[in-house]
Structure formats: C-alpha cells, structure tokens
C-alpha cells in the first residue's frame, strides 16, 4: 500500500500563522509531479511547533486537497501515547489513509514502553500505522525484535527507518516478512542502500523540491533496474546531503525559497540558514540547475 516516494512536507508559515493557500499549492504540486504520496506534520513539518488545532487543521487540508489520489500518512506520533491516540483518532476521522508514529522521545521509554505505546494507538484506532524509528532526534533505537513483535499487528504495517544502519533494517527485513512489514528510507540518500535489502522507497525530504528525479530513482529501483537506480543515486548524492547542511527543514526551505517555489517562514526554535550556509547550497543547486 505505501510505497515508492512519499513527500516529507514543509509546513508553509506566513507571519508566524500557517499558510493554508500555499499549502494547497504545494500539495497541488506534488500530485502532479506523480509523487506516491504525502506525509503532512512529521519533523520535515515542523509539527513541535504546531498547536494541536494547527495539527488537526494540516492534516484535514491535504486529505481534502489530495481528493484521495494518493495516499496521505500523517505524522500523528507524540511522546505521550494520550497525545498520539487524539490525534491519530483524527487523521482516522478526516480520511488519512495512515498514520506516522515516530517513537516517543524525551522521556526515552524501554523496548517494552515502546512496544506498549504503538499497541495501544493500533488497538484503539483502526487505521494502518507507519513506525518511525529516527534516534537521532528522539533518543532511542527501536530494536528489531520490537519491531517485529509489533509487526504481528494488522494495523502495524511498515517502518520508516531513519537508523541509519543497514545491520538494524537488514535485522528488520529478516524478522519481518515483506508483506506483512514495508520498510521506507527515512534519509534520501540511504534509500538505495536499503532497497538492496528490501527497502520499498522513501519518505524523502528531496522530493519537496525535486520530486520527479526522486520518483525516477526510485521507481528504478522498484523496477528491478539497478543500474539506472545507481546512476540516477550516484547523480543526486551531494543534492540530497545539502539539504541537510543546517538541519531539516531549515536547509530544504531555503533550497525550496532560493529555487523559486515558496516554502514560507520558518517557525521558532528554528533559525533561518547563515548567510555561508546559503552561500554554499546555492552552489550546489547552481550545479543542478535549480538556481
């Protein structure tokens, strides 16, 4: 059901309030471009920055936008599993076709805490459910055999694997047969190296921008044509790594503004990028012609 390219979306702010035309626009824009999918309020979203009413609000303007051609993941996790249960019962009730459960960060909860918190969202809603294994922001590794055990769950259907270790998703694909658990890239320029494992595509952060050389990569790859999916990988390397130069999504939305597509503002916390960070992905888009 989820596979290919899905589209880690930025969430366009515009004096300090969420810019719901542009967000229809982008939203436009990636259907036409033939993406496989959206994923509304993950990190790329900045969804700690919204209220909750924002949050709702995100999710209910690209289901209604999509008008159902592709599939619409939304990023619904929390560090409280009361949090995550009202929000994912929401993107049930307005037609997302699944939710994106990050593992809860902060308060570092066990493999047991971890495994309670996804199984008591599954059983209580019932929509398809998207792990999100990333400890690079949250602070804890899912291991493999929770992921498995979690997997025996109808509802629980695919990992975006953001570990960055290809031990840990080769672990996953062993464990887990392929129909019952889909592996997604959560890092654009891993995503080959994991479909050689198994790997079904990509919630790419890339394809923000560029969606139809992602999608191309990819669908390579699906395709079993390996030599045009490393050429194609090979091409888009040093693009994929300047997007992350000062972080996601503060490096993306300055790729998108200096491209010419709209991101809107950033959202506090977050920084706009320096001026020699800027400097040097304006070059690298310049090489790729985007600038």
């Not at 459910?129 to 929770?146: A, C, D, F, Q």
Request: aromatic content about 4%.
């Amino acid at each position: 059901m989820f596979q290919g390219v899905l589209t880690a979306m930025v969430t366009p702010f515009r004096d300090g309030e969420v810019d719901f035309d542009r967000l229809r626009a982008n939203v436009t824009g990636q259907v036409q471009a033939g993406i496989d999918g959206l994923v509304p309020c993950g990190t790329t979203g900045e969804s700690p920055t919204l209220s909750h009413e924002e949050h709702d609000r995100v999710i209910e303007v690209v289901v209604e936008t999509a008008e159902g051609r592709i599939p619409i993941v939304a990023g619904t996790g929390s560090n409280s599993t009361q949090e995550a249960l009202r929000l994912t019962r929401h993107a049930a009730s307005v037609g997302a076709s699944a939710s994106l459960q990050v593992c809860p960060y902060y308060n570092k909860p066990s493999q047991e805490g971890m495994y309670r918190h996804f199984m008591t969202i599954a059983d209580d809603v019932d929509l398809p459910m998207v792990l999100y294994n990333i400890p690079g922001r949250t602070g804890v590794t899912m291991e493999p055999h929770t992921v498995a055990r979690l997997a025996e769950h109808p509802n629980i259907v695919g990992i975006k694997e953001a570990t960055g270790s290809l031990d840990i998703a080769s672990e996953i694909a062993a464990l887990c047969p392929p129909d019952r658990m889909v592996i997604l890239s959560g890092d654009d320029s891993m995503t080959l190296p994991l479909a050689s494992i198994g790997g079904r595509g990509v919630i790419s952060v890339a394809s923000n921008l560029i969606p139809q050389r992602v999608v191309k990569m990819v669908h390579a790859a699906l395709a079993g044509d390996w030599e045009i999916a490393q050429q194609r990988h090979l091409k888009l390397f040093a693009l994929f790594r300047a997007f992350f130069l000062e972080g996601n999504p503060v490096s993306i939305k300055a790729a998108m503004a200096l491209a010419g597509l709209d991101s809107g503002e950033l959202r506090l916390p977050l920084a706009p990028m320096s001026d020699s960070g800027r400097d040097a992905l304006r070059g690298v888009l310049g090489e790729y012609g985007l600038v």
